[in-house]
C-alpha cells in the first residue's frame, strides 16, 4: 500500500491504510464539498510516508498551492525541493485560462513525465475538458491510457464535479476506478458537515464507508469522531 497515514488524524486508517499501487481513484463532489482540500491531505500522507507525488491543479498557481498547503499545516516545500513532489498548474497566471482548452486532455496523455512517480493527482479534470461533449473515441482513448499507466504500478487520482462533467467520460471512469469517493455536504442541525462516502475502496484492512470531517487552520483535515462504519 502507498501508506496516508498521519498521526494528526484518522484518514489512512479509516481508508484501509492508504492507496494500493496500480489504482484510479475518484473523488467526486461538488464545489465546496472538500475535493481539493481531500487531495492535499492524501498528497501530504503519501510524502510523509516517503513516496513521490505529481500534483496537477486546475486552481491554483505554484505559489497559491504553497501558501494554502501551509495554513493546512502540510509543510510541502521540502519535498518540492527535494523533487519529491512535482506540482503543475495547469493554467500558469501569465496564459489565457481557456487558451487551447479543447487540447489539454490530448497534451495531458503525451505528458509522459507527469506520470513518473507513484501518484499522480489530477484536481480536477473538469476544466481539462473541452466544452463540447466527448466523442467515445476520446473517452476511450482516454481511459485505454489510464489503464497503461497503472499497469506500471503507478497510481491516479482524479477529482471531478459531476454537475459539470462530460457525462460519457463520469460514466467511464465511475466503472474502472478501484477507489470511488463522493463528497457531500449535509446540514446537520445548524452546521454543515463535509461527508465522505467510500462507495469502492480496494484495501486489505476494514473501511470506514462514511466518514466525517472538518478543515482547521494548521491542523488541516481533521475527521469527526462520530464518523462510523456500516
Known amino acids: 500500500?502507498?501508506?496516508?497515514?498521519?498521526?494528526?488524524?484518522?484518514?489512512?486508517?479509516?481508508?484501509?491504510?492508504?492507496?494500493?499501487?496500480?489504482?484510479?481513484?475518484?473523488?467526486?463532489?461538488?464545489?465546496?464539498?472538500?475535493?481539493?482540500?481531500?487531495?492535499?491531505?492524501?498528497?501530504?500522507?503519501?510524502?510523509?510516508?516517503?513516496?513521490?507525488?505529481?500534483?496537477?491543479?486546475t486552481?491554483?498557481?505554484?505559489?497559491?498551492?504553497?501558501?494554502?498547503?501551509?495554513?493546512?499545516?502540510?509543510?510541502?516545500?521540502?519535498y518540492l525541493v527535494k523533487r519529491r513532489l512535482m506540482f503543475f498548474p495547469v493554467f500558469p497566471p501569465s496564459a489565457k485560462k481557456l487558451k487551447?482548452?479543447?487540447?489539454?486532455?490530448?497534451?495531458?496523455?503525451?505528458?509522459?513525465?507527469?506520470f513518473i512517480n507513484e501518484v499522480t493527482i489530477i484536481d480536477s479534470i473538469n476544466l481539462m475538458l473541452p466544452d463540447e461533449p466527448l466523442r467515445e473515441s476520446q473517452v476511450f482513448q482516454f481511459i485505454n491510457f489510464l489503464k497503461k499507466v497503472i499497469q506500471k504500478g503507478r497510481s491516479i487520482i482524479i477529482t471531478y464535479?459531476?454537475?459539470?462533467?462530460?457525462?460519457?467520460?463520469?460514466?467511464?471512469?465511475r466503472e474502472v476506478a478501484d477507489n470511488y469517493l463522493e463528497l457531500k455536504q449535509e446540514v446537520v442541525g445548524d452546521d454543515?458537515?463535509?461527508?465522505?462516502?467510500?462507495?469502492?475502496?480496494k484495501a486489505e484492512r476494514d473501511v470506514t464507508k462514511v466518514i466525517k470531517f472538518r478543515v482547521e487552520p494548521r491542523f488541516g483535515l481533521i475527521i469527526d469522531i462520530s464518523a462510523f462504519a456500516i
Do not use: C
Open 161 to 173: 464535479d459531476p454537475g459539470n462533467m462530460d457525462v460519457k467520460l463520469m460514466e467511464q471512469l
Open 100 to 114: 487551447k482548452k479543447k487540447d489539454l486532455l490530448e497534451r495531458l496523455m503525451r505528458a509522459e513525465f507527469l
Open 192 to 201: 454543515i458537515k463535509n461527508v465522505i462516502y467510500v462507495k469502492r475502496w
Open 1 to 57: 500500500m502507498y501508506s496516508i497515514n498521519l498521526e494528526r488524524d484518522e484518514l489512512g486508517r479509516r481508508l484501509g491504510g492508504g492507496i494500493a499501487p496500480g489504482t484510479i481513484t475518484i473523488i467526486e463532489g461538488e464545489d465546496g464539498s472538500g475535493k481539493s482540500i481531500l487531495s492535499q491531505r492524501i498528497a501530504f500522507g503519501l510524502l510523509e510516508n516517503g513516496h513521490t507525488v505529481t500534483y496537477l491543479s
Open 59 to 78: 486552481e491554483l498557481s505554484t505559489k497559491g498551492f504553497l501558501r494554502q498547503m501551509q495554513s493546512l499545516g502540510y509543510n510541502v516545500l521540502p
